[in-house]
């Protein structure tokens, strides 16, 4: 404005004309190209903070859940030893009954290391559903696993 430029020259081959109005449009369009881009960014940093806050709660749960396996794994260790003095069994029956006994342990631990695992995202519930499995189980808080019986 004023146009110093002919509108013809538009139509040269390598030239682009544009005037004010172009470049408003442009600018609205750019502008709005960023607005959508802040607006997914935003989106993506929510999603993964609630990620981030889900996968720490979670892993509250991780020390009992390892200590309620090492203490299971630990009685079916003590029970396999017995059993195999008992039958007198070779090498190979012994791999077997361990084998046995890992898989028994990991089934029946499987649920209760499940549901503890979301115990933590359950606020106070999950919080006393914690802290039942350490008194159900015998687990000392932050430490070993008791002995085996």
Not at 80 to 86: A, C, E, H, P, S
Not at 97 to 107: F, G, H
């Amino acid at each position: 404005m004023p146009r110093a430029i002919p509108a013809e020259a538009g139509a040269l081959d390598g030239v682009w004309l544009c005037d004010v109005d172009d470049l408003a449009r442009l600018t609205q369009r750019a502008l709005a190209e960023r607005t959508q881009a802040v607006a997914d960014a935003e989106r993506i940093i929510e999603e993964e903070i609630a990620r981030f806050s889900r996968d720490r709660a979670e892993r509250k749960a991780a020390p009992i859940i390892h200590a309620m396996r090492q203490h299971a794994a630990a009685i079916a260790r003590e029970e396999v030893d017995r059993t195999v003095k008992r039958l007198g069994a070779d090498p190979e029956i012994e791999r077997r009954l361990d084998a046995l006994a890992n898989a028994l342990v990991s089934k029946l631990l499987h649920a209760p290391s499940t549901r503890l695992r979301r115990a933590g995202i359950d606020g106070p519930g999950g919080e006393r559903l914690m802290a039942a499995a350490v008194e159900i189980f015998g687990l000392p808080v932050g430490g070993a696993p008791p002995a085996a019986r």
